[in-house]
């Protein structure tokens, strides 16, 4: 994966534009898989060793549906502005409440802004919590496991927790 490299910086904006394939961009245990071209394009900002990277960041991921476990793409358009301070500005202590300014505040080491992380991070900022193929995804039958998007089972449409049968009779008693 290619790193930004901060020492070449020597305006206080400059434009950077880079597509990776998606082969770059693979990290293992990832959730989804990367399916088409990573398009990146961002602005620097620069203010001495501090920088400011707004842009955006576009391409296709493929993810299992959390219903019917069939892989789905989900089209990512998204934009960000992300903030970089040097390591040395990472404070030790241990807080016990984040501040809103440190959501959008990563560190770098070196002279190099890692970009897989940046590409990760924002990923993972865009999936949803349940991905679903489709928002009237039936998913999979509890019983037989067949896919209720695709065909139907002949199980039966309703199941009772037998742990809750004595309430049912109780009910029935107080019901006549």
Known sequence: MSKLDLSRIRRAETHFERTFDPS?????????????????????HK???RFRLEGTLKTTLELP????LEPFEMPIDIEFDQRYLP???ATSEVEAEVPEDDL????????EIDLSDLVW???????????LCRDDCEGLCPHCGTNL????????????DPRLAPLKKLKTIYDS
């Open 24 to 44: 770059e961009m693979t990290m293992e245990g990832d959730a989804y898989r990367i399916v088409a071209p990573v398009e990146l394009v961002f602005d620097i």
């Open 47 to 49: 203010d001495k060793d």
């Open 65 to 68: 549906c959390s219903r019917c």
């Open 87 to 89: 390591q040395t500005d």
């Open 104 to 111: 959008e505040t990563s560190y770098y080491r070196g002279e």
């Open 121 to 131: 991070e924002q990923f993972y900022l865009a999936l949803p919590m349940k991905p």
């Open 149 to 160: 998007n695709t065909g139907t089972c002949d199980c039966a449409a309703g199941w009772e």
